[in-house]
């Protein structure tokens, strides 16, 4: 299996340009997973999907962050506008129904964003 | 409230040397614990995962944890250390319905040749 795939894998904006952030689940996964991880904050839960449906968005710091998932095997974060302190490593991460011994998470290698 | 926390930022131990992290968790429920391991520049790997039984888990690499109630303890050991083991390890704990899982900050494992 491919695993979990996201792109860019790098991104240096300029403040207040927009952001597109993308991912692949792993094939057959129902539940999608947006991250964000900071020196300050540690990792941090942004959103997730079930059955591209958004389940929980109470992690997304504000509105100028936005998600999507229009198919079970793509999915977009958006961040309109960008400042500095949204600069991160952003990872989206995929899991299928919890069976027997539960659940696992399986993460993408991260998109290192940074806002100048 | 729910935590998880690693109390070593950073843990330096020779090769060949044993390896044991720390990890408490705060949690209200029947926690369910994971160990994840993340290499420079890369993604999180899953180590290995407590959800009930055996107290003592077997995981990928070498690693073990041992789940401890009486404590609120899940920590992760290795008995030899390879360089390849250099790297940052969460604990998380989350609850077997749901996916929101709780992190720790990391502790940032050094190999010395």
């Known amino acids: 299996d491919a695993g979990v795939i996201q792109s860019p894998r790098h991104e240096v904006t300029e403040m207040g340009q927009e952001v597109t952030l993308r991912c692949k689940p792993i094939s057959g996964h129902d539940y999608l997973f947006w991250y964000r991880q900071t020196m300050m904050r540690g990792l941090e839960l942004l959103i997730y999907?079930?059955?591209?449906?958004?389940?929980?968005d109470s992690g997304m710091p504000e509105d100028r962050f936005s998600a999507k998932m229009p198919n079970a095997s793509f999915s977009t974060l958006k961040i309109q506008p960008s400042e500095p302190r949204d600069s991160a490593v952003y990872f989206c991460a995929s899991s299928s129904t919890p069976q027997g011994s539960g659940n696992t998470i399986y993460f993408g290698e991260g998109s290192w964003l940074t806002v100048v | 409230a729910q935590s998880v926390t690693q109390p070593d930022i950073h843990i330096t131990v020779s090769e060949g040397a044993s390896l044991e992290l720390r990890c408490n968790y705060s949690?209200?429920?029947?926690?369910?614990l994971f160990w994840y391991v993340q290499s420079p520049g890369q993604g999180l790997q899953l180590l290995l995962k407590y959800f009930s039984g055996d107290t003592l888990v077997q995981g990928i690499k070498g690693f073990e944890a041992e789940f401890k109630r009486s404590q609120s303890s899940f920590n992760l050991r290795k008995p030899s250390v390879h360089w390849s083991d250099a790297a940052e390890y969460f604990c998380?704990?989350?609850?077997?319905?749901?996916?929101?899982?709780?992190f720790g900050s990391g502790t940032r494992l050094l190999v010395r040749p």
């Open positions: 998380a704990v989350g609850p077997y319905s749901s996916y929101k899982l709780i």
């Open positions: 949690y209200g429920a029947t926690p369910y």
């Open positions: 999907f079930n059955n591209n449906v958004p389940i929980d």
